[in-house]
């Protein structure tokens, strides 16, 4: 009899752990699949909190329009700079001084990085040079390029150039020194030319650095663009700026300041997926 009881206990615990198990794999997929989820939820979320936030302190402080509009009037301003075209107009002339600030800050960076780091003594030469001109802040600086170069597009591009020069320097001599001097005695014993060792061997190690330093280059490029605007302007997201603030259009300045954010995002996200193609490449190699 005891050994009877005994199975039937054993039976039941056994029965009741199989019912259970079901519970506890579904409980863990559930969790597994949120975790996965969370870094696509999150930021929808914040964003969501965020308006929530704002809409909150706007109408707690019942702050007039022209001190701190709320979403809704935000919105409505976006809606009627894009049915109008103000927008665009405005952020067609800043994405195209943003282009030519990078293709000219970076071609220049890369190049004399380069050389720098391929040359002690030239490093020795143009470092005290390039550090100094780095304690001149870009918005003092601005004002003489206009002066020089005019109130055109060249003096806008020429500010966003200068603005992204110095980070992109830095990391293309970082990177062009991080190869690895094993694999450049190798390359060297196999009577590599000098095209073949920089296609070969420099570029993909310092691949990683330049891909850095072009996240930071991209995202400081909308702030030099506007810093010209700023200065002297008739068009562009940074005069539409300066026009809102004269006017008080303090909805205007919102849209056109995440107008600014959506194009420093896009700009990032072109330089993370670039980043994620070239790096997986060069790990199948």
């Not at 991080?178 to 070969?200: C, E, G, H, N, Y």
């Not at 030099?224 to 809102?244: C, H, K, M, T």
């Not at 919102?254 to 670039?274: E, S």
Request: aromatic residues 8%.
């Amino acid at each position: 009899m005891i050994d009877q009881q005994y199975e039937k206990e054993n039976l039941s615990k056994r029965q009741a752990g199989h019912e259970d198990m079901p519970l506890v794999v579904l409980a863990e997929r559930v969790a597994g699949a949120l975790r996965r989820q969370s870094q696509y939820l999150f930021p929808p979320l914040i964003v969501l909190l965020t308006l929530l936030l704002w809409t909150l302190i706007v109408r707690l402080g019942n702050y007039p329009t022209f001190i701190l509009p709320g979403p809704g009037d935000v919105y409505r301003k976006l809606a009627l700079v894009l049915g109008d075209g103000l927008l665009w107009r405005h952020a067609r002339i800043t994405l195209v001084e943003i282009s030519g600030g990078l293709a000219l800050g970076l071609s220049a960076a890369t190049a004399l990085g380069y050389g720098m780091a391929k040359s002690r003594a030239l490093e020795r030469f143009l470092a005290p040079y390039i550090v100094a001109s780095q304690s001149i802040p870009i918005v003092a600086l601005a004002p003489l390029l206009v002066i020089w170069f005019g109130t055109g597009r060249l003096s806008k591009v020429l500010v966003c150039a200068l603005t992204i020069f110095f980070p992109m320097l830095v990391n293309t001599i970082v990177g062009v020194r991080s190869v690895d001097p094993d694999l450049a005695a190798l390359i060297r014993s196999l009577k590599a030319t000098r095209w073949q060792t920089f296609a070969m061997l420099e570029v993909p190690s310092a691949l990683p650095m330049l891909l850095g330093g072009l996240k930071v280059s991209v995202t400081l490029s909308v702030i030099g663009a506007v810093v010209g605007e700023f200065v002297a302007a008739d068009r562009g997201l940074g005069f539409l700026i300066n026009v809102a603030r004269g006017n008080f259009d303090t909805p205007l300045m919102f849209v056109a300041l995440l107008t600014l954010v959506v194009m420093a995002l896009l700009l990032y996200l072109v330089v993370v997926l670039a980043e994620s193609l070239l790096l997986h490449r060069r790990r199948s190699r």
